[in-house]
């Protein structure tokens, strides 16, 4: 264990206070109290010998993380690293300007963010999947998140915690800077540690008091307790003042994200004392150790054929994640208590140790997934299309964080049947269609299921994967080729009266529709719209300009969905896009009652296509 | 305390095994298990005595309320109100078909469902919204959240665990059906009654173990306990068989939604024994209570009136919130711990007993809001918009709940400014809209706030309310006249080449563009489209008919936006919309330079214009 330094730390302590203030005040935006309040816990972690990183390779593999789920802390997150060395206080200076890095919120733009955070009780769930991740890896890193007292109400912290204490991950140090005020006044349990302690201790963790978080000796006492081994995650429950240093604000009410006038900044700069700006923090080096590795190819097919039968798309999804895995090393499974539906208990038969039980508590899930994604990793996640709405938050935010995580969601659609609306992924869509970057695939038979995740596993960024209930009959043949973005026409003639867009079951429906509108001698164009973000305009233009009308047949409500996709796109022409989708609430049937129901089945195709055509 | 008629309990018992295992062998679907492992818990509860409700009566307001948060245990929750002589047998077997209200989890077409579940993890904070609108209205009723035991990993349940012991809501009792198998196999803790109980206490409630689920004894000692006048929310822990009753499934893993053969029905009911059907369950009645409430008119301007100043949509909407309360008892206002931002502390200075701090918990207060509303008041809940992504499941799900809550997301948008994207509202209405029978209705002024949250009040539905940080003038007269539907001109001549589409601040920066554009010479139409859904039709067609383009700005992610609406509305003139909106990754920056970087400011729509109408 190190020995501290204690002048020369507090001396950085008086520095970080500094530079926070003068950096707020600066900007006259920042959450100054909230930083001030976390200084010694911090700088101890960073410069009291405990924290090993090699600051000038962020992403090297064995580098301890730390991530501040607090977010709103940025500018003590910046602080620290300019007393690292590593921010000119010039840049400081410039904290929340539109062109500087150091954001309102930790960002991808500052070297040293693991992720994005700012959405309160995320950070706990990142760092567990990084945490499992160094398990998974044989790597000796730690991994540290600090948390405010106030973000504890979060539940997603609670599944993180309970999860945590279930997978044993000694490597996982979590910082409660409890300063017993939230934004607009006392937490629930405002300086009362003890309370955490309880709470904590119970899920099994082991816990450390820290009566005087700005006592520099207890807080490095709590960082050796969390660095002997045990089989427990550990939580620092440290009780800090807001505002700690300035007599203006300290321990008030009404200071969440407020600054100082300049005329204030003086007198608190006073208070502080002497302040050595020439002081550099130093970060002990980590072991220099490599994960192994094996990142294949991503040939799933050449290892695996399909029979000829039915397969649901969620079927083919699980199979398919197997035999990915075979082909690289890098992909683990998260599942939510469902992975015999989802049938990701192919790949965790396979591969238990990639496999991960993630309960059914899709938040921490998710926030688990970006974790190991930012740790090169390529999480496959899989749940119901419907509960990934659960943790949409963490989704919205994992965009800010270079992502690398393929959401796989079963059950979507009315098809999925008798288990009624609340199972129903109808929303889906629009939900990752909003989530910038991300891909959003549908595929509609094995084939296409089994091309299109290998091209969701080799592309790098967030993909959305929609699967559903029905076993479907096989529509291409093994040398059918798919990517994202594309589409693919399964109907064709030079008679084509309009062109008939199906995504996922849909698509089934508009070939039986074809048959019998063939029969009565009309012809209709199909299109298997498999990929829904990004789209085929080239495609899709092209078709509106030959066809009299495009339809679009989903299952997904109309809001954000398919059709109102692909009218985005095809500019002068989104006149001619008619839809057909759900509009009246499902419940519970067989998947044929339902489609027909909500008229997105065979029958309201034939009707439509006649009334569109004027026959 | 009751005195347990045992022989009629255990005969209800066997009854309502049969009736789960008929009914679920009919359907060919269902969770047989799940079902029989809470039967003594529920017969105890509901027949022994405990239980208070008119049958004939299910809105009284002072029945006790009874949800199955394990909604999967239908069939165990509709044989309850069969035994009852509510349901008859003949329409217990035609669960699941699709003309049947007995749905695969329980939705409002079946007159006992206080809300719909089925998502795992809501019941609780439903319930506790229940409990906490008894204490408000001073009845005596108790509500009942039967759990089950793969559940307690959502962080929604701690969410409300937390919160109820905070509240003290010793009128909530909780029973969790420990029955050791999730879906997939053994839960966390699987049998460890234990493990539920250190949680759950550390969190302040009280708890009672019963280690064997199916003895009625214990059952009626919990009820009994749980009854006693303390103050706090009491959890009744069961140790239970999933399966029980039927040697087939009895505790054996791979049955969780697994029905019977005609044939193993046949040995189940042998093994069950004797089945009496003429027995009937008595239900006590409640007290006769009815709570005072009144229910004025919602007229906040008579009351009062802006100044002539700017105001921030989100500082109108708290102010208004405080207005109409007044006006109206019914009104609870919930906040996520950031009153202080959202203004809802006006209401709370105001209505202090009528003000709920949820803290940074949205899914605990989503849910909660909806047994609010319920039980017929009408929640406004107050967080930023972006932290409604938090609770999309619990949004999702209210909407099969007949719901009537008012979600006011403020700090909507990039104009948020140095905060950062984390804060920042984007894919909020692309949420909302996906939410059917949803009003999304988006503010421009002061006093269009006031008139659209009169409305939104008077609306009996859900209504996503988006308000924003940035001060802005007031754009109309008290006189002016706003609907849910509507939309306003701004803007008219007859020179108008076209049309420009804002809602919200946009509508601001369309104003300044139409000023830069008629100084050289070119009249533009300006809409204020402040609602999104429903969305003014009419208006929409005829401005696509009358001028030559739609330019739809929206301070919101593309997908599934206000342009995107406006397109899915107007037919064949879906090709004359055009769009601005944000399309690149924002940052921190003052609002203004983001409205700029994302191009929806007032140059991009001069720039877009002059475009549009080829000068």
């Not at 900044?265 to 130093?282: F, K, P, R, S, T």
Request: a negative charge; one cysteine or more.
């Amino acid at each position: 264990m190190p020995v501290l330094d204690l002048q020369k730390l507090q001396k950085v302590c008086r520095l970080l206070r500094a530079d926070i203030l003068s950096a707020t005040t600066a900007a006259h935006s920042g959450h100054t109290t909230s930083s001030l309040s976390g200084v010694e816990l911090m700088a101890t972690l960073l410069f009291g010998g405990f924290f090993r990183a090699k600051l000038d390779e962020p992403s090297f593999s064995n580098n301890d993380r730390l991530i501040f789920s607090k977010g709103h802390a940025s500018p003590l997150f910046y602080a620290l690293y300019s007393v690292a060395g590593k921010v000119s206080e010039q840049e400081l200076m410039r904290l929340r300007q539109f062109e500087s890095p150091l954001e309102g919120h930790p960002t991808m733009r500052f070297p040293y963010t693991e992720a994005a955070t700012g959405s309160l009780g995320q950070g706990l769930s990142i760092g567990m999947g990084m945490a499992l991740n160094a398990k998974l890896d044989k790597l000796p890193y730690k991994t540290y998140v600090l948390l405010g007292d106030s973000e504890m109400a979060e539940g997603s912290n609670w599944e993180a915690i309970q999860l945590a204490a279930y997978y044993k991950l000694n490597n996982l140090i979590g910082i409660i800077d409890v300063n017993r005020l939230g934004q607009r006044g006392e937490t629930m349990y405002a300086h009362d540690i003890q309370a955490y302690e309880d709470r904590i201790r119970a899920f099994g963790w082991q816990t450390y008091l820290i009566r005087d978080g700005h006592d520099l000796n207890q807080v490095s006492s709590a960082f050796e307790f969390a660095l002997q081994q045990t089989a427990k995650p550990t939580m620092i429950i440290a009780k800090t003042i807001k505002g700690k240093g300035c007599s203006i604000f300290e321990n008030k009410e009404q200071w969440h994200s407020k600054q100082l006038s300049e005329e204030q900044l003086g007198v608190c700069l006073n208070e502080i004392g002497e302040i050595d700006h020439a002081i550099v923090g130093e970060v002990n080096q980590p072991e220099e150790i490599q994960p192994q590795i094996s990142t294949g190819f991503f040939d799933a097919q050449s290892r695996f054929q399909f029979e000829h039968k039915n397969y649901s798309t969620k079927e083919a999804a699980g199979i398919t994640a197997r035999e990915l895995g075979k082909t690289n090393s890098q992909i683990v499974v998260l599942d939510g208590e469902v992975s015999n539906s989802t049938h990701s208990d192919l790949f965790k038969a396979e591969f238990p140790d990639r496999f991960f039980e993630m309960f059914i508590a899709e938040q921490n899930m998710v926030g688990a997934a970006l974790g190991f994604s930012r740790r090169g990793k390529i999480p496959f996640v899989f749940t119901f299309a419907a509960f990934f709405t659960r943790a949409f938050d963490q989704i919205r935010m994992s965009q800010y964080s270079d992502p690398n995580i393929k959401f796989i969601g079963s059950y979507a659609g009315v098809s999925l049947g008798k288990d009624g609306t609340s199972q129903m992924g109808l929303e889906d869509i629009a939900m990752f269609r909003a989530v910038q970057n991300c891909v959003v695939l549908q595929p509609s038979d094995a084939i296409s299921t089994m091309k299109l995740m290998q091209q969701a596993a080799a592309h790098f960024g967030n993909v959305y994967f929609r699967t559903i209930r029905e076993a479907l009959p096989i529509l291409y043949d093994q040398d059918d080729q798919f990517k994202i973005g594309g589409s693919r026409i399964l109907k064709l003639s030079n008679r084509d009266r309009l062109t008939v867009i199906g995504s996922g079951i849909t698509v089934h429906e508009a070939l039986k529709a074809y048959e019998i509108l063939a029969a009565e001698g009309i012809k209709i164009r199909i299109l298997d719209l498999y990929s829904i973000q990004p789209i085929d305009v080239k495609m899709l233009v092209s078709l509106a300009f030959q066809t009299k009308a495009l339809l679009v047949v989903e299952d997904h409500y109309v809001q954000g969905g398919v059709a109102e996709a692909v009218r985005s796109v095809v500019g002068k022409h989104a006149g001619k896009v008619h839809s057909l989708a759900v509009h009246k609430m499902p419940r519970s049937g067989t998947a044929l009652e339902l489609l027909h129901y909500e008229e997105i089945d065979a029958d309201a195709i034939v009707k439509k296509v006649k009334e569109l055509i004027g026959q």
